[in-house]
């Protein structure tokens, strides 16, 4: 099992920049792909952004492409979530999330989870 560990997260003003970490441990067999999810209160989990295990491949979903990029450490077991021009609509719980494949998997379907960390944006 790979347990995911988040740390970064905090209260911040509008256009302000956080860096979120995950670093992963316990069987982490290469490859696995690590991405970041958010909830926001109210609202069901939101894909944010993935990276796969050799670098070849990032998805962003459309509301932070521009603003966030994601890049991993593999040496350390780590991705990065690198956070810039934050709104207040980017207020939420950010979850790591990794899953045993090369591949960047479809919607949610990742093996593991971490216990997420806050995000507040205020304006």
């Known amino acids: 099992q790979v347990q995911l560990v988040e740390s970064g997260g905090g209260l911040v003003q509008a256009g302000a920049s956080l860096r979120l970490s995950c670093a992963a441990s316990?069987?982490?067999?290469?490859?696995?792909?690590m991405g970041w999810f958010r909830q926001a209160p109210g609202k069901e989990r939101e894909f944010v952004v993935a990276?796969?295990?050799?670098?070849?491949?990032?998805v962003y979903s459309d509301s932070v492409r521009g603003r966030f990029t994601i890049s991993r450490d593999n040496a350390r077991n780590t991705v990065y979530l690198q956070m810039n021009s934050l709104k207040p609509e980017d207020s939420a719980v950010y979850y790591c999330?990794?899953?045993?494949?090369?591949?960047?998997?479809?919607?949610?379907?990742?093996?593991?989870w971490g216990q997420g960390t806050q995000v507040t944006v205020s304006s």
């Open positions: 990276i796969n295990w050799s670098n070849s491949r990032t």
């Open positions: 999330a990794a899953a045993y494949s090369d591949y960047i998997p479809l919607g949610d379907k990742y093996d593991f």
């Open positions: 316990g069987r982490t067999f290469r490859p696995y792909t």
